[in-house]
């Protein structure tokens, strides 16, 4: 029996995908901060994609404040706050880490962790594509957009940013040893 912080989807939307995410790490270019902190994407994490069941398990691993909505068209970023995109409908290129950033492509099913921090947009999605967000217990996102003036407070607040309890996918600690490892 799973844990609390480890609660298993609904039966036929059971957790699936590789064990271990990818990770993408992004330095400071100048406009953007980034991390020291790698983007997280766990493919495939549900068998059938549906915005509810990505939003029970934010929930219960410790994300919350969950919204569904597109993800925006201009690079932008947060400086109070991790974020979680779980994809639950057609698929999106996301550009992370700003300009001279890396586009990766998220299909329904997939999850994006993305520290405080890192840039990213939407640079092209399918007319189906949708996505619900949410930030760890306790946060509350800003939003930054690599302007002149942000920083240094901006970087003073990712500072400030801890790692959080739970992982959002995978529930328990796994994210903090996901983070620091690096």
Avoid: C
């Amino acid at each position: 029996m799973a844990s609390s912080a480890e609660r298993a989807p609904e039966p036929g939307k059971a957790l699936h995908g590789r064990a271990e995410p990818e990770t993408h790490l992004f330095a400071d270019d100048g406009v953007f901060p980034n991390s020291r902190l790698p983007v997280l994407i766990y493919r495939g994490v549900l068998d059938a994609p549906d915005a509810a069941v990505f939003e029970q398990m934010f929930e219960a691993n410790g994300w919350s404040s969950a919204w569904r909505n597109g993800l925006y068209s201009v690079h932008h970023y947060h400086s109070t706050a991790h974020e979680v995109l779980g994809i639950y409908g057609g698929r999106v290129t996301a550009r992370l880490g700003g300009g001279r950033g890396t586009a990766v492509t998220l299909v329904a099913g997939d999850v994006v962790v993305i520290p405080a921090g890192v840039a990213h947009k939407n640079d092209g999605a399918s007319p189906d594509f949708r996505v619900v967000g949410a930030y760890p217990v306790g946060t509350s996102p800003d939003m930054q957009y690599g302007k002149p003036g942000e920083r240094p407070g901006t970087d003073r607040n990712i500072a400030r940013v801890g790692i959080p309890a739970g992982d959002p996918v995978r529930g328990g600690g796994r994210i903090a040893g996901l983070w620091k490892a690096m």
